[in-house]
């Protein structure tokens, strides 16, 4: 079955939440929308009856503070039961395979499950494998896909710009190794942003990644030029020293975000980070936490379009 | 005090639940009778107030995906408030001695623990030293009991035989190390089985494992032969290439529970298995994912019959 | 800004809880006396709607079974939303700052933080750095202050001891690397005890203790005479074998608390101390689980204590 069959109902309904690839605009416009619901209520109303009596397992098998945490505080928010799954304290540890431990918590009557794994295409094959009442939310696999972070990332953009149309966006950084960079170029394009660039240096740059629709700059000074939005990606510190890399000063110098380099881009750009951010490394401490930055914003918006995508799939209309 | 009288109250209701030794008939049939109750309430409730403002501590001293999750998740769905001790962090490491834990959590107010520890006997020990507003239910200890893994198999052999009275069942495996066996044989021979088996390699076999009421058999072939139910066990891969075994390999070929195999016992028997399972070392695939397996059945049942312990014990009629 | 004015609001109120330093008389009479309440209400209610809606992060950096428990349990009695975050799994291990852990937080619109952690001050740099709406407590913070400790110590004296004007206390053992002391001292002071003492051997005692205003007494026969009270602190193994101390049967031989020792103090004097203790080490298992040892009570009272507390800086007057 392919991807976009998978995640959505006969009826279109978001059905589980794996990759943006195979979505419509009409789906992810919805997303944020729901998200604005959520992110407007009325101070002191902070709990909603929308998974009332579900359970959803954070199957986590990989570290993140920020993305466990958002799922955590976003299902509680929809009155779910969470069952955060430790992996390297669970049965696996025994060499149960993926699915067996995915057969056995589903048998515990479980609805959802948000799994993070440093397999590209581990939450899909889950999702192919599980029976039909449990809905599976990618929260990162591998270097394939991040889609709920680039929700995020388009919510965050609309909260300052109403139009995607106009929007000249730059990704800027490891899109190679990128499973957030992926999501992003998928979802830009979908909601019609006018133009995506990725800025990178060659070692650092997918094959054939043009094919996605994205233009290729190898410079900052160029790349930058009349851009609305720039998006950096975290650079991974274990890259640094291998075939991909110079050094660590040296990638600076060249594609960290520093205030000048920001003043290159079109006045009151906007700066977003997926987090967490290596200050002096590819963005300056002064551009991370001065005006232009988004990145606590994000983060914020995080639990807002985490309980959409949950209740949508709960509740589809 | 002797393990009967320890885990029944003087009105011989269920105070703690540490091994299935000791207890009787009549209580093990309530308690897969209130397992009934749960398990078939209307679709949509999935939560009873029965441990309103009691706090459950769920207390693992070893790894395990579903004993662990099957206890937080019916604890919740009875109201309880649950605290997770996660041992590796706590002051255990410090040196700190195991009643002295103890007795710091009871000091916080809890009503129930849940233990499973690598020592036989820790339950018990636990259950002799707390006051008697405390329970205690043994989720494994060592080699020595898991109760509740055996009545959710009592509770998921019941869904398909109404009468204990006309069945053979065969244990299959490492019977030596394993706790889960001593469990299933008390409980099989109190609710009145025809026939008990162990089927396993000498090396696997306890002394005078007789004495618990059970045949011995060497030998797949004619071990299996007119049995209504295989219980398969887990083979510890760590004991392989010891003294208690040859190979793997040896291993499957003489003890795996195959297609061909399965098709030795009664025509339909049903297989049990209490996970992880190894595919390939004690059960082929075929047969765990099977018509006639009953494995993840049982991982569902377990939420059910926990529900049921612990609420025979907060709520002694 | 000084630790006192970070701590209360321009009121007077609390708006963190880091250190006993600073704060007054008037407030740690408010937090028993809120606590008592907590502590004395009718069997069967343990949830109040204090923190209804409200998101409590446990944010630990370093082990503790009592501490972390007791503000989880306290934090779910009130109501809250609790967030466990294990640090080990979380981003810091990507190298992550503590501050930008702390904004990410945040960001996700939690309300209190309870911090633990190895450096002295940390808990008072995360004050300093979040926004208005956002509450500290110090669970623990290298050698410098553990106030809660010293605030449920003070509550257990006060159940038996109604006018700490009469009292003399001792504490007793590691004073030089104790963040208990450090907190116990400075709350017995303010509190107006008649006397403190600290008995320790000379390489345990902190430079100018005096001058927090306690008397130093180097042997236990001279230091516990005629005192009501003492506070034993636990004695770090990891100092054994190095320049503090001989070694471990002589620092019991002199400063470990049996009951020969505590007949030389006033009689029916008290006998609390942190936890986990170390048996045969600075306290003898008879005198721990005696009749005079509050040190369970201790950690009983740690639950109501903190309790009041975290209604106190939610809900200021």
């Known amino acids: 079955m392919s991807k976009q069959n998978l995640q959505l109902t006969p009826e279109g309904r978001l059905k589980h939440f794996l990759t943006i690839e195979g979505l419509n605009a009409e789906i992810l416009t919805e997303i944020l929308d729901t998200a604005e619901t959520f992110e407007s209520m009325p101070k002191g109303v902070n709990k909603y009856p929308v998974l009332m009596g ?33 992996i390297e304290r669970s049965s696996t540890s025994k060499g149960e395979s993926l699915l067996d431990t995915i057969n056995n918590l589903e048998a515990m009557n479980v609805d959802m499950f948000v799994v993070r794994h440093d397999q590209s295409g581990a939450a899909h094959f889950i999702a192919q494998h599980t029976p039909p009442h449990i809905s599976i939310i990618n929260a990162g696999d591998g270097q394939h896909a991040h889609p709920t972070q680039a929700m995020l990332d388009m919510f965050t953009i609309r909260q300052h710009h109403k139009d995607f149309s106009t929007l000249k966006v730059a990704i800027v950084g490891d899109v190679l190794h990128s499973r957030v960079a992926r999501s992003q170029i998928q979802a830009l394009n979908m909601l019609g942003v006018k133009e995506i660039r990725v800025i990178a240096p060659k070692t650092l740059l997918p094959a054939q990644i043009e094919s996605l629709g994205v233009k290729i700059y190898l410079d ?98």
Chains 1, 2, 3 share one sequence.
């Open 54 to 86: 579900k359970t959803v397992v954070n199957l986590f098998f990989e570290n993140s503070t920020r993305t466990r945490s958002t799922f955590e505080l976003a299902a509680t928010r929809l009155s779910a039961e969470v069952l955060n799954m430790d």
């Open 220 to 317: 900052m000074t160029e790349g930058l030029d009349d851009i609305d939005i720039i998006m950096m990606l975290r650079l991974q510190k274990e890259r640094m020293n291998s075939a991909f890399l110079a050094s660590e000063s040296e990638y600076y110098k060249c594609f960290g975000l520093t205030e000048e380099r920001l003043s290159l881009a079109k006045k009151g750009a906007l700066v977003m980070h997926p987090g967490p951010i290596n200050r002096g490394l590819e963005i300056a401490s002064a551009v991370a936490d001065g005006e232009q930055s988004l990145i606590l914003q994000q983060v914020h918006n995080g639990i807002a379009v985490r309980m959409a995508i949950m209740s949508m799939i709960i509740q589809p209309k």
